[in-house]
Structure formats: structure tokens, C-alpha cells
């Protein structure tokens, strides 16, 4: 099993900056990539950024240029920079296994005030 636990968020006015940081344990070998998603009340939980084994990091189209993904498998932060009210959900880290199943961490609120 693969255990994450989340850090970070809160609230901040629009244009500000936050970070999100998700720590995992557990069978780490077994973790094929990391992610990101969100889920804003009344709608999809979204992909917001992913990172592979490999180091290849992805974005949604949303957040390219304002959302920032460092570290690795084991722990990575989301440095959420240029927030928008329309940023504003429960953000949820996600790890992908090889055959392990779908993990997913507490969720964090992240509010941005206009």
C-alpha cells in the first residue's frame, strides 16, 4: 500500500501564492507517476499537474505558467503561484502504482478570494 499525506493551502487573495506538498510512503517502488488534481464544489475532480518516475511533469492548460511541480515520487510541492478565484477547490494528491491500485491523499482546501 502506498499512505499520502498533504500539507499546505488555505486562503489568499487573487493573485497570491500558496504551495501544496504531498509525502508518500509506504511501497514507493510500486508508484508509477504523482499528481495533482482539484474538485471544485459542483464539479469533476481535474488533473492539475502530474509527475512520472522518469521526471516528465505535465500540466493542465489552466494552470501552465502559474502552477510550478518540483520534487520527486517520494515528495513533491505544488507551488501555486498567480491564483485565481476560479483556482479555488479541494486539492487531492494522487499516486498512479504498477498493479498496486489508485492512492489518494486527505484533500486540502485552497480558497482564493476576488
Known amino acids: 500500500q502506498v499512505q499520502l499525506v498533504e500539507s499546505g493551502g488555505g486562503l489568499v487573495q487573487a493573485g497570491g501564492s500558496l504551495r501544496l506538498s504531498c509525502a508518500a510512503s509506504g511501497r514507493l517502488y510500486s508508484i508509477i507517476s504523482m499528481g495533482w488534481y482539484r474538485q471544485a464544489p459542483g464539479k469533476e475532480r481535474e488533473l492539475v499537474a502530474s509527475?512520472?518516475?522518469?521526471?516528465s511533469v505535465n500540466y493542465a492548460d489552466s494552470v501552465k505558467g502559474r502552477f510550478t511541480f518540483s520534487g520527486d515520487i517520494a515528495k513533491n510541492t505544488v507551488y501555486l503561484n498567480s491564483l485565481k478565484p476560479e483556482d479555488t477547490a479541494v486539492y487531492y494528491c494522487?499516486?498512479?502504482?504498477?498493479?498496486?491500485?489508485?492512492?489518494w491523499g486527505q484533500g486540502t482546501q485552497v480558497t482564493v478570494s476576488s
Open positions: 494522487h499516486a498512479f502504482t504498477d498493479g498496486q491500485g489508485n492512492y
Open positions: 509527475l512520472t518516475r522518469g521526471g
